[in-house]
Every structure is written in C-alpha cells, then in structure tokens.
C-alpha cells in the first residue's frame, strides 16, 4: 500500500515537473498574447497539453516510432516485459508496446473524427431549435427523444449489424449516438439564454438566425459545451470497448485500445498489469484532454482569479 | 458387431463445441490431483456455473441448443439410453434393445420408475416422448433423424420401433440429449413442464440466471446422483465465471479462458480438466468460387499456417494440431500416417506458381461465434500467409446472426465442427456432395464412391484402409483448412471429486457430472 | 402555472407519440437483422421442413405489417403477450427483472447523485485548487475505463479477498439487507461510472455563472463564496444540472447491460440483448418500450423542473 502511495506521489511529481518544463517552453518559443496566456496556465493544463502533443506526435510518427510492425507476430504469447519487447507480447505474441503506439494513431484519430462530427451536428441542431423554437423545435426534439430512449448500446448493435462495421460506419453510428446527447445539452442550455433580455433587443434589431446563433447564443453556451466535449471524447474509446465486449468494433488487426483493454480483461483476476496499459492510455488522454478544457472553461468564464 | 455410432446432435449453433468421442479421452491430471478412485459420497450442494443460457431458453426437448440447457436436462431427465464413461452404450430406462433385421428395433422399458410428480412411467409415456420429435407438426431439431421411423408402438412393456431401412445402429439415436423421457397425457408430452425421472427434482428455474434442484428420493438409480442439490447458474462472461470460482460462489465452471488457465493452475485450490474430443475448428472455402476452385491454391493455404502456433496461442495449448483431417485422434479409423503440413511458405509459393498466380488475395470472415479466438486464428493465419505471398485480409462479422450471414454464404470463413464419433456420419454430414452442411460445397468423384462403399464392407482391414484413403483426399484435396482439434476446458474446485474416467462424449463428463461426480 | 400544466399534457402526449416511433423504429430494425427467430431456435440444424413447420406456429408467416398490428392491438389492451421463445408470459419475464434494474438504478443513483452535486459544488467553490484538480482527475480516471474493466477492478480488490460477492443471485428469501449488500459491487461499479459526468457539468454549469454580473454584484456586497455559490448561482445553474442527472438516471436504468452481464445480475439489459439475438420480437418491444417511458418520463421531470427553476421561462412573454 505505501509503495503504492510513494509511486502515485512520483507519479504526480513527475507530471508537475514536466508541466512546468513545457510551459517554461512554451513561454519560450511564444510571444505576445499567446505568451500571455501560457504564463497564467495552471500547471495541469500544461501537462495536459504536453500529453496531448506527445499522443498527437506517436499518432503521426507511429511506424517511426514502433519498434515492430503493426499486425507483426513477434514471438510467443504474454512474454514478460524485457528487451526487445519491452511491455511484453499480447495473447498472439506481437509486440505490445507497439500495438499501443499503433492503438495511439487509430483510436484518437477515430474518437476526434466522431467527437467532431457529433458536435458539430448536435450542437447546431440543438442551438438552432432552441433560438427558433416552435415546430422545427418541437420535432428535433421528438426525434432526438425517440433515438434516446433507445439504450445506446442496443441502438449501436441494431446500426452496426444491419449496416456493417467497416470504420465509417463505426464512426457514424457513434456519432448519431453521441449527437443525440450533445443536441439535448446544446439546446437546454441555449434555452436559458434566448429568453435573455439582449437576445431580445438582438432579435429587435433584426439579426438573422445564423448570425444570432453564432454571435449571440454560441458563445455564451460555449463553456458547458466545451465541457462536454472533453468528456464525449473519451466516452468515444469506452463506446468502442462497449462494442468489442459484444463482438463489433474495430477490424482486426487494426490496434486499438478499446479492444485490446477487453481483449487482455481477464488476466486482471491474477493482478495482471497488462491490461491496464491500454486503459491506462485512455486514462491519461482523458484526464489531459479534461485538464486542458477546464483551463479554457476557466478563461471563457471570465473570472480573473 | 455394429458400428458404434451416434446421431447426437448436428446443431453447431449455442457454442456447443465438440461431440461425441468414442474412443481414447485423455484426461490431463496431475497425478497427485487425481482422485484415487475414491467411493463416491452423498451430500452437498453442487453448484455450476456454465457459460451458456438464455433468458429466452424454453422447456421444449426439441429445441435445446446449449450447455445449460443440456445439464439442466440431464438433472431432472433420464434418457432410454446413455453413454457411459467409456462413451459405450448403457442402459438407462430401457433395460435392454435387440433388432433382428435392423429395421425393427425393439426396447423394453424399465418398470417401476416414478416421475417427480409421483406418476410412474408407462410405455406409452415413452411412446409420446419419442413421437415429440415427430410428424409434420414437429419442430425438433432431431426431427431429421426420425424422418426414416415409419412407426413407432407399444407393446406390452416393450417400445417398438420401425424404420423404412435397415439401420444397425439405430440404438445410438436414443442416447441423443433431445430425447428425454417425460410424462404424457393423451399420447402428448406436456413441452412447457419440467417433470422427468431424473435424479433431481427441479426447485425453481429463472431462465438465463439459475436453476435450483434437490435430490429425487425416489431415484431408481442407487450409484448415482450423489448430491443433496444442484445450482445450476448461467454466467457468460468468461472473467465473470472465473471469479466465480475463484470466489468460490461456484464449484465447477465450463470454457475456461485459455489465458488464464496456467495462472489458475499456479493459484492453487482447483483442478483443471482437459479433455480431448474429435471436435475441431476449420476454415471452409467456397471449392465452386474462384480462386478456390483450383485445388493448388487450396494446397497453398494448407502450407501457409502454423498450426502448432495456432494450437499454442488460440488452445492454450489445450489441443492438438489437426492436418485438414476431420477425422480425429479418438477415431477408429485416424490415419496416423498421414503427411503432415507444417508451415512451408515455399510450398505454398510453389502451389501458387503451378496455379500460374505470383500472389494470392482473399477475405477471410471470421467472428467468435464460430469458436472461441476464430478472428485471432485468422489473424495468425493472415500473418503467416503473408510471408508466402498470400495477403489474408481478416474480416470480423459480428457475432449476431454469424451463421446466416457469413457460414455457407461468404467463400472463405471460419467454423467448427463438434467432432464425429463415426467416420462416416463426419463425413456424410460435411463433406459428401452435395450434403445440407458441405460447407465448402466440395465434389469430389472418389471420395463420393469411396463413402457409399465403405458402409457396406464388413471386413475391418479393408474398412480402415478405405477411411484412410478418404481421409487423405479430404486432407490433400478437400476444400477445408482444419487447423486443430480442441479440447473441453473445465476448472473444478478442490473439493469435488470426479471418477478416474470422464466421457469425452460432449462437455462436462456428457453432461452428467451433476449425477456422476460427488463432493470428496 | 397553468403553462408548466399544459406543458406536462403536452408532453405526456407527445411522450405516447415518442413511444409509438420507438416500437415502429425497433420493430423495423429487428426486421431488417437477418434470420428470424425460428432460425434462431433451430440454430444451424434447422431444416427447411422443420423451419417452416416452426414459423406456421409462431406466426412468423404474416406480412411485417399484419404482425406489427396484431401486436400492436394487443399491446394497447394491456396484453404483451407470450416470450416466443420459452411461451412463458412477458409480463411474468418482464416483472422480476424491472425490480432488479429499478433497485440498482436507484441504489447507484442514491450514492451518485448527491456524491456528485456534492463534489461539483465544492469543486466550483474551490476552483483551481488542489482539492478540484484531485477530484477532477480521480473522476476523469475512473470514467475513463470502461465499465466492466472498473466492474474487474473492484472485485479483484473487494470480492476476491471476500469482503463483498462477485455474483448477484436473489432468490425469494433475500432480505432487502441482503439485496444492498449483494449489489454492493454493481451499484458502486455504476456510481463511479456516472458521478464524473454529473459532477463536472455542476462544476461547469456554475463556474459559467460565477461572471455574471450579477454574481459579481454579490461579491463585492461582500457575500461569502460558499453562498455566493450555494444561494445565487446553484439556482441559476439547476437546469443544465437537472438535464445531466436525468441523463445519468436514465441511463442507471437503460444502459447497465455490460454491468448487469460481470456481476450476473437479472435485468433488463442482459434480457433484451438476449432477446435481440434471438429476435424475439415481442420481448425486445416490450423491453424497448419500458426503456423509453423511464427516459420520457425522466426527461419530462427535467423538463418541467428546469422550467419551475428558471423564472423567466416560468413567465414567457
């Protein structure tokens, strides 16, 4: 238990002292506003963006970076962690460390893709019905109801069976899914802001709709949708775990985490580590992802403290 | 003498792996784990977790398709007939069977047997229990079986029973775990009621989540049913099954994940049973589609796996690697001397050349419905081919609706076969021309004669040397990649102690460990 | 108030049109899926013969349509029908298993909810220091693995060495004392899952609130932070609160499925996927409806609690 503690407590060091290492970087290579504003960031948000650039960097520069090839079979099966196979090998004996670099480029370009998609149209729906109101509001609403009600797991599996599981339509179904949630947000918080005394004197003064969502309305709904976006993100990696748990999701042998954390599962009743490293990648991407956006929540709201 | 043969069942659907062995079962023991043929002893609550049911299993005989199912059944009903550990024929509620002719089979029933409601067993319960399967109305899946039985009647405490040809081993339908025997009234059994003359009576039963049974004190067997009760609990999740055990909530779990096993093993406190069957996993290809059609593109697929890899890293090495043999080790007739095909890619080059082909690209479909690491086999398959110039694109179909979609519809995927006990039932079923399940639609002129005229020789000698034959066109020549047989895997805890011998016909000692097996 | 009336009869209304599009939706999609039921049943051994003979007596014969009336007829008399597969009555089925799924919806939701208001609140309070980031990043991290890999965790921690049960198994006999320690492990399992969504948009939706001018206003009245937060602002920020922790319900009791298949418990969830594949068509709509009147009416109870709180929509001009 206290080796555990001493490891958490390095662990936090370490993080702390390469967010700061970076910010020092940043401020170094940046100037101007954009200097200004590295200077005030909290030593989390720095790390989480030296998190993030490290992941962008392994998800480009994976076939640099990887030792092995991607569907490689190197050796026998759950070899132990010593060179060359430094994390050791999966339960078809390639090379682990590599199928996570490899997972890396896969699974977050996968996740933004759909993250981006389902924003970009729940949002816009959701904004849109909110500021017109009436029956546009009234069916979105019905529709984005109906396709809630149904679990989304369920909903995903009826999709994907019907449709296929080549990546697009992953991308897609998960996207629908996740939209649906982004649009009852989008429109229940720009609900609050539309009866708001200057979207009136906006209206009075005759902006059209495009421009009253995007000038008016969008940013002061910004925060909890950026919220939001940070966890959406990750919620994409646990969609596709959710799926290879029903035997859809990603074509093998494509590497990605979700289904490697369900594909090494069991070995966790023996105190296994392995399939921690993958769900451990998600962890990380999702809390640096998650500090980065509390820091820009913390600057769009305004509060100087 | 008769072949020993068995129409157990040909459903492959419900992950039922691996059928009835007649033959060798190699039990994989530690010695000191062994139990020393031990008396059995009463008591105890037996409890199971086994890694099937549904909620929408039903009571129907005629529709079983799974693990929990078939345990289930074999704890409240007895059969005419069952298999023995030896995976030999033994009474049970028929005392005894003869035929003349083979056409006309008569049993005698067991007098005296009680049903759980009190009622006892009449020839005519037997009659109706049989004639279930049955009839234009039927909706059995042994159905098919029964379509050669012109009658079936009582007479006296005989059941008799005849067929539209001679049959010589008719007998081994009766053994089949569709076939309870179960009260009637008006010559119909009751298909929704649980009543049987089983060793347990049923208690409560919530379809897909757990069964409770007590011991039947009137049990016409003295030497069996050794438990005060049985829990039968359905738990699919493989991590979940295994804690259960581990936990102790459960005494024996089925389908263990093969990762896990040694870890098990090194954990201490249960016993591991490895049993060997003639099932086996495979790979059919499409022989009337292009570019499988040439049978030198099939041969160099053949040499483009590693089958001792795929034994290794896909059985955990609970198995044993197969030469595109249907017919397994536990078989009569085995072909021992059969040229092996280790990993060769310059044999497979070689093949593709005499094809007139520099490289070869398929799909290979594959989902975990077809058996447990089938899309890891094709993946280890894809590897290795590659490096014969072969390029295996892998593509996963989801589990649901994998044997309408993908099984006898796309030209290269993965299946299994639950193992054949008799060599011409294996390949009557999946490799004659023309058959229901000739999943690789293979036509093959020899091997066709070659089968009819096999059934009819009686002369042992020329037998063997005529299934050799016909195992070795199927292997060289046949339509299918069979990389590896496989064994049943089952963790029991410490406590429970099983017979020096445990069937090989079907999973968990044939379903009857919850009769045969007792709390040391 | 008589507008917040006529909403809830509005959307009452518009809930039955909602369930209406929902049994048409699953009924086509479970259409669509290929094989049947009586395939399903036969599994690979069904013969043409055979097939038919079980579909004549299912019914499956029918045109889409006719079948899709003839359960819809039933189903507005209150009949749901038998299982096809087992013929046991679905309201039987049913009954049981919504117990269970309501008891760990609600067992979970009772340590979620004010778990994560709580956190969310000291969280915004507390902004940027030591105790949000702690928090903020122990909730990212149990929310960022997947459920049944959380579910594995907490029983090699608490089930292995026998402190709490792997399984769940209820019989007739167990104490309501005996179902909470039972479901012990679930219920956490699903807390951990659910209290980072909730607690960071409580967090969000008050820190977008704490610049408002108003707030502002009441800071340099010299209000303490804690009722600043507490009084002005949670107030304010209660509807996109009531959205997110209606979210969180609904999914407590629609979603669980991969939960309910670790822990082996008897829900709904395992029953529909079961269901699903085996395209037993009048369980699946049975399951789906119920599945969506909890969300419709969740989402109503957020609907019209969001409006009570927000004056200006109370009295829209």
Redesign the interface.
């Known amino acids: 238990m206290v080796t555990i503690l001493l490891y958490v407590v390095a662990a936090i060091a370490v993080a702390l002292a390469s967010g700061w290492l970076f910010r020092a970087a940043l401020i170094a290579i940046t100037k101007g506003e954009l200097q200004r504003s590295f200077r005030g960031a909290p030593l989390t948000a720095t790390f989480g963006m030296l998190v993030i650039v490290i992941y962008i960097l392994v998800a480009v520069l994976a076939p640099v970076i990887a030792p092995f090839s991607e569907?490689?079979?190197v050796g026998?099966?759950?070899l132990p962690w010593a060179a060359p196979y430094y994390l050791g090998t999966d339960?078809?004996?390639r090379d682990l460390l590599t199928r996570l670099i490899y997972g890396a480029r896969n699974t977050v370009g996968i996740a933004f893709a759909t993250t981006a998609l389902a924003f970009i149209a729940g949002s816009l729906l959701g904004l849109w019905a909110a500021t017109v109101g009436g029956w546009v509001d009234q069916v979105l609403s019905r529709l984005v109801d109906a396709l809630m009600a149904i679990p989304a797991l369920i909903f995903s599996?009826l999709l994907?069976?019907i449709f296929g599981?080549s990546v697009t339509s992953l991308v897609l179904v998960i996207a629908t899914v996740d939209a649906t949630r982004v649009y009852r947000l989008a429109r229940s918080v720009a609900q609050g802001i539309v009866v708001m005394d200057y979207i009136e004197a906006a209206k009075l003064r005759g902006e059209g709709t495009w421009r009253l969502i995007t000038r008016e309305i969008l940013p002061n709904a910004l925060a909890p949708l950026v919220a939001e976006f940070g966890l959406r993100f990750c919620f994409v990696f646990l969609a596709i775990s959710a799926l290879s748990f029903?035997?859809?999701?990603i074509?093998?042998?494509t590497a990605d985490w979700g289904s490697m954390v369900r594909e090494?599962?069991?070995?966790?009743?023996?105190g296994?580590v392995t399939p921690l490293l993958p769900a451990g990648a998600i962890a990380l991407l999702t809390v640096a992802v998650n500090f980065v956006v509390d820091w820009q929540l913390h600057r769009a709201s305004g509060l100087k403290e | 003498m008769t072949q020993p043969r068995t129409f157990t069942?040909?459903?492959?659907?419900?992950v039922i792996r691996g059928a009835a062995t007649i033959g060798a079962a190699a039990l994989i023991l530690p010695a000191s784990l062994r139990p020393a043929a031990a008396q059995p002893k009463p008591g105890g609550v037996f409890r199971v977790g086994i890694g099937h049911g549904?909620?929408?299993?039903?009571?129907?005989p005629g529709?079983w398709?799974n693990l929990y199912a078939q345990t289930f059944a074999a704890a409240r009903h007895n059969q005419l007939i069952e298999v023995d550990a030896n995976t030999q024929l033994a009474p049970e509620l028929a005392e005894r069977w003869e035929t003349t002719d083979g056409t006309t089979w008569t049993f005698k029933i067991r007098e005296g047997v009680t049903f759980h409601s009190g009622k006892t067993m009449t020839v005519d319960d037997v009659v109706a229990s049989l004639n279930h399967h049955r009839g234009?109305?039927?909706?059995?899946?042994?159905?098919?079986f029964f379509e050669p039985v012109t009658d079936i009647k009582a007479d006296g405490q005989n059941v008799v029973v005849t067929l539209n040809a001679a049959n010589a081993d008719f007998a081994y339908l009766m053994s089949d775990y569709h076939l309870p025997i179960m009260p009637s009234t008006d010559g119909k059994i009751d298909p929704?009621s649980n009543d049987g003359a089983g060793g347990y009576v049923v208690e409560?039963y919530?379809?897909?989540?757990?069964a409770t049974l007590t011991k039947n004190p009137n049990y016409w067997k003295s030497d069996r049913a050794h438990f005060d009760g049985i829990e039968l609990?359905?738990?699919?999740?493989?991590?979940?099954r295994?804690?259960?055990l581990?936990?102790g909530?459960v005494d024996l779990i089925d389908q263990v994940?093969v990762?896990?096993i040694e870890?098990?093993k090194a954990?201490g406190g249960n016993q591991i049973l490895s049993i060997s069957g003639n099932a086996h996993y495979v790979f059919p290809m499409d022989s009337r589609a292009a570019p499988f059609d040439d049978n030198n593109v099939r041969l160099a697929l053949k040499y483009g796996l590693d089958r001792q890899?795929m034994v290794?890293?896909i059985l955990g090495g609970h198995g044993s690697v197969a030469n595109d043999n249907p017919i397994g080790p536990a078989s009569r007739y085995f072909f021992t001397d059969l040229e092996a095909k280790s990993y060769d890619p310059d044999k497979a080059k070689f093949y593709l050349k005499e094809a007139g082909m520099e490289t070869l690209d398929v799909t290979l479909t594959a989902?975990?419905?077809a058996f447990t690491g089938a899309?890891?086999a094709?993946?280890?398959f894809?590897?290795?081919a590659a490096g014969a110039g072969i390029n295996i694109t892998?593509?996963?179909?989801?589990?649901?609706?994998y044997?309408?979609?993908v099984?006898m519809k796309k030209p290269f995927c993965a299946s299994y076969w639950g193992g054949r006990p008799v060599e011409d039932q294996m390949f009557t079923t999946a490799y004659s021309s023309g058959a229901?399940?000739n999943d690789s639609f293979w036509d093959h002129t020899r091997f066709n004669e070659l089968l009819v005229e096999a059934r009819a020789v009686v002369d042992e000698d020329k037998r063997r040397e005529m299934y050799q034959e016909m195992q070795q066109i199927v292997s060289f020549e046949g339509s299918v990649v069979i990389p590896m047989y496989n064994n049943y895997v089952m963790a029991l805890s410490d406590k429970v102690a099983t017979p020096e011998k445990i069937s090989a016909n079907w999973n968990l000692d044939g379903f009857r460990c919850v009769e045969r097996w007792w709390f040391a | 108030m008589a507008h917040v009336w006529r909403m809830i009869g509005q959307r009452l209304l518009f809930g039955l049109l909602t369930l209406f599009i929902i049994s048409v939706v699953i009924f086509g999609a479970t259409e669509l899926?290929?094989?049947d039921l009586a395939?399903?049943?036969?599994?690979?051994?069904?013969?043409p013969?055979?097939l038919a003979?079980?579909r004549?007596?299912l019914g499956l014969n029918d045109p889409a349509p006719l079948r899709y009336w003839n359960w819809l007829t039933s189903a507005l008399q209150g009949d749901f029908g038998v299982?096809m597969?087992?013929?046991?009555p679905i309201a039987d089925?049913i009954a049981?298993r919504l117990g269970n799924t309501l008891f760990l919806a609600a067992y979970a939701a009772a340590m979620a909810v004010p778990l994560s208001l709580l956190l969310g609140v000291l969280a915004a309070l507390w902004r940027n220091s030591i105790f949000d980031r702690a928090v903020n990043a122990m909730a990212l991290t149990s929310i960022s693995f997947p459920e049944?890999f959380v579910a594995?965790i907490l029983?090699v921690w608490l089930?292995?060495s026998?402190v709490f049960?792997?399984?769940v198994?209820f019989?007739a006999s167990t104490t309501f004392g005996d179902r909470l320690y039972m479901s012990f492990l679930p219920a956490l399992t699903l807390t951990l899952v659910v209290t980072a969504h909730m607690m960071r948009m409580t967090r969000a939706a008050i820190i977008n609130l704490l610049a408002s001018p108003y707030i502002e206003m009441a800071r340099l009245k010299g209000i303490s932070p804690w009722r600043i937060v507490v009084r002005h602002a949670v107030p304010n920020a209660l509807a996109p609160i009531i959205n997110v922790v209606a979210l969180n319900l609904a999914y407590l009791i629609t979603g669980v499925v991969v939960v309910e298949?670790?822990?082996?418990y008897?829900g709904l969830g395992?029953?529909m996927v079961?269901?699903?594949?085996?395209r037993?068509i009048a369980?699946v709509q049975a399951v789906a409806l119920i599945f969506a009147s909890a969300y419709v009416l969740l989402n109503l109870l957020a609907d019209v609690l969001s409006t009570l709180s927000n004056p200006r929509l109370m009295h829209q001009r």
């Open positions: 569907r490689e079979v026998a099966q759950y339960n078809l004996g599996l994907l069976t599981t029903l035997g859809l999701g074509q093998p042998p090494n599962a069991t070995l966790i009743n023996f296994d | 069942d040909i459903s492959r659907r419900g549904s909620t929408t299993d039903g009571l129907d529709l398709d234009d109305d039927s909706t059995s899946a042994v159905k098919p929704t409560s919530e379809p897909g989540v757990q609990l359905s738990i699919i999740d493989p991590a979940a295994l804690n259960a581990m936990t909530a994940d990762a896990t870890l098990l954990r890899e290794d890293k989902a975990d419905a899309v890891d094709a993946v280890l894809s590897e290795k892998v593509e996963r179909a989801p589990n649901d609706g044997w309408d979609n099984w229901a399940w | 899926l290929p094989g395939r399903e049943l036969l599994g690979q051994s069904a013969t013969e055979t003979a079980l004549e007596q299982s597969g087992n013929k046991r089925l049981a049944f594995y029983i089930a292995q026998g049960p792997s399984m198994r019989s298949v670790v822990f082996v008897p395992q029953l079961d269901a699903v594949s085996n037993d369980v």
